[in-house]
């Protein structure tokens, strides 16, 4: 692992996807990571940005004590607030598996705060990602368990939402929220935003409480918003990546994870360029959402 210095070879379209759901433990890290590595594996230049003050992204690239870091997205958002230039590559670090990756700490809750009260509030990220577009063929941006001000602007900087949903527990509800505030942000401050899919994980296969948590997401929500193809099975292989500071494909590559984080990896790929669903802006009423809100 090493700091970025060297100018970066420059690619001419890129994708940025915000990996939110505003409950935590659902996956979302766990999916920024293997996703990642996943495209960086198929050929893609890939960046992942750490939105979350938790510092879990780091901690699960290798980073044992993200509270310690000099730099982080903080001081690069800081930047940005204050119309100073950043340093080419500042605050990027390199992962041995072939990703670039920023960063986060604690201070970035400090950050939350004083960014209710800055002009252009939130989109600050979305200045700061306009320049890593021509370094990078995918962003994914892990977003912390929220729907507050640095989660908004993520939503602001992506083209798309991706939504990790843990089928273990009735999600209609906080789902609903999330697909309310995409669509309040798609009206309002970024209308190129979509939603690219949800996310099935933490799949326990061998329920059929598992099974049916999946076949009514898929009732509820799949007419409208894709589901991914594949879910994400509940595995302890998954829950030790992120203290081996690696990916599920050196530690358990032939296991039913990789295989589904490899499958989720070539769908966003086939889908990112074109997907057609557009985000409906009062999604709580329409009748595929009541389906599922009242079960
Ligand atoms: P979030 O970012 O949404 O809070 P994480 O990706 O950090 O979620 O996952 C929460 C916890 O669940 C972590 O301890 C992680 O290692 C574990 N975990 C993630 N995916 C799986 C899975 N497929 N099977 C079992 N445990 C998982
Ligand atoms: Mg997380």
Same mark, same amino acid.
């Given at each position: ?5 060297e100018k970066q070879k420059t690619v001419s379209s890129s994708v940025v996807i915000a990996i939110s759901n505003q409950k ?10 293997? %996703?990642?590595?996943? =495209?960086?594996?198929?050929? /893609? &230049? !890939?960046?992942?940005? *750490?939105?979350?003050?938790? +510092? ?12 310690? %870091?000099?730099?982080? =997205?903080?001081?690069?958002? /800081? &930047? !940005?607030?204050?119309? *100073?230039?950043?340093?080419? +590559? ?21 950050? /939350? ?50 939504v990790p949903v843990e089928a273990a527990y009735l999600p209609v509800k906080g789902l609903q929220q999330l697909i309310k ?115």
């Amino acid at each position: 692992m090493s700091r970025v210095s060297e100018k970066q070879k420059t690619v001419s379209s890129s994708v940025v996807i915000a990996i939110s759901n505003q409950k935590g433990g659902v996956g979302k890290t766990t999916t920024c990571v293997n %996703l990642g590595i996943g =495209l960086a594996r198929a050929g /893609e &230049k !890939v960046l992942l940005v *750490e939105a979350d003050a938790q +510092g879990s992204l780091a901690v699960s690239l290798g980073i044992s004590e993200p509270d310690k %870091l000099d730099v982080t =997205l903080v001081n690069i958002l /800081e &930047k !940005v607030i204050n119309d *100073e230039e950043t340093e080419s +590559g500042e605050g990027i670090i390199r992962h041995e598996e072939g990703i670039d990756f920023i960063p986060a700490n604690i201070e970035l809750a400090g950050l /939350e705060t004083a960014l209710v009260n800055i002009m252009s509030r939130e989109t600050v990220m979305r200045q700061f990602l306009q320049e890593m577009r021509r370094q990078y063929s995918y962003i994914l941006i892990d977003c912390m368990p929220s729907l507050g001000m640095i989660t908004i602007n993520a939503l602001v900087a992506a083209d798309y939402v991706l939504v990790p949903v843990e089928a273990a527990y009735l999600p209609v509800k906080g789902l609903q929220q999330l697909i309310k505030t995409i669509g309040n942000i798609h009206r309002k401050l970024n209308p190129s935003l979509q939603i690219l899919g949800i996310l099935l994980t933490k799949v326990d296969r061998r329920t059929n409480f598992a099974r049916e948590t999946s076949a009514m997401i898929r009732e509820a929500y799949g007419e409208r918003v894709h589901i991914f193809e594949n879910s994400i099975p509940l595995s302890v292989r998954a829950a030790e990546t992120a203290a081996e500071g690696k990916s599920i494909y050196l530690h358990d590559p032939r296991g039913a994870v990789a295989e589904g984080y490899l499958s989720l990896t070539e769908e966003v790929l086939a889908l990112a360029g074109c997907v057609d669903k557009p985000v409906e802006a009062e999604s709580a009423g329409t009748p595929g959402l009541q389906k599922g809100g009242g079960q």
